[in-house]
């Protein structure tokens, strides 16, 4: 059974950087391709962006000149950068398995964006 | 990518059926048999209920079912129980893309 676990910074201030890493238990990053979600207060989710098991990428074009997706094969894990927050990125980050459909979700992190 | 609609809110007594409805376009919904639904507790990790439009992942009761016209796909619960009191969402792949609804309150009443 696959786990996953979100983890980094729960305060981020404006127009910095917020980084989160996803760790992958349970199976290998080079078995599934992988995504980042991320649920806004009081707001549906929405997809950030993937990172293929080939290591390929794909993001959501609302959100591409300022996310990236990298991930550290040695450690098994997956890492979310997003570039010039704003308040607006305040939100729950999950890391999940699938592009098509996700079978694996992590708990979930709060991020929030502020001074 | 536009967010698929679903309505906010929906509602019914334990041992009715309720159907949740999810719109997208032809570039999503209707252009992929990719449809899934998740379940959401508050504070726990959204759970697989169906993908691929109407199959069920091991574990999950068949009084949830899933189907699909055109742009719109729809999510029925059967036989409501008390623990079915979620949040519900749909999700469409898209061209190597994701899209979500904005998700669905069901109260149990």
């Known amino acids: 059974q696959v786990q996953l676990q979100e983890s980094g910074p729960g305060l981020v201030k404006p127009s910095e950087t917020l980084s989160l890493t996803c760790s992958i238990s349970g199976g290998s990053f080079s078995d599934y391709n992988w995504i980042w979600i991320r649920q806004p207060p009081g707001r549906g989710l929405e997809w950030i962006g993937s990172i293929f098991k080939s290591g390929s990428n794909n993001y959501n074009a609302s959100l591409k000149s300022r996310v990236t997706i990298s991930v550290d094969m040695s450690r098994n894990q997956f890492s979310l950068r997003l570039t010039s927050v704003t308040a607006a990125d305040t939100a729950v980050y999950y890391c999940?398995?699938?592009?098509?459909?996700?079978?694996?979700w992590g708990q979930g992190t709060l991020v929030t964006v502020s001074s | 990518q536009s967010a698929l609609t679903q309505p906010p809110s929906a509602s019914g007594s334990p041992g009715q059926s309720v159907t949740i409805s999810c719109t997208g376009t032809?570039?999503?919904?209707?252009?992929?048999?990719?449809v899934s639904w998740y379940q959401h507790h508050p504070g726990k990790a959204p759970k697989l209920m169906i993908s691929e439009v109407n199959k069920r992942p091991s574990g999950v009761p068949d009084r949830f079912s899933g189907s699909q016209s055109g742009n719109t796909a729809s999510l029925t619960v059967s036989g409501l129980q008390a623990e079915d009191e979620a949040d519900y969402y749909c999700s469409s792949y898209s061209d190597n893309n994701r899209v979500f609804g904005g998700g669905t309150k069901l109260t149990v009443l």
């Open positions: 999940a398995e699938g592009v098509r459909w996700s079978d694996y």
């Open positions: 032809s570039s999503d919904v209707a252009d992929y048999k990719f």
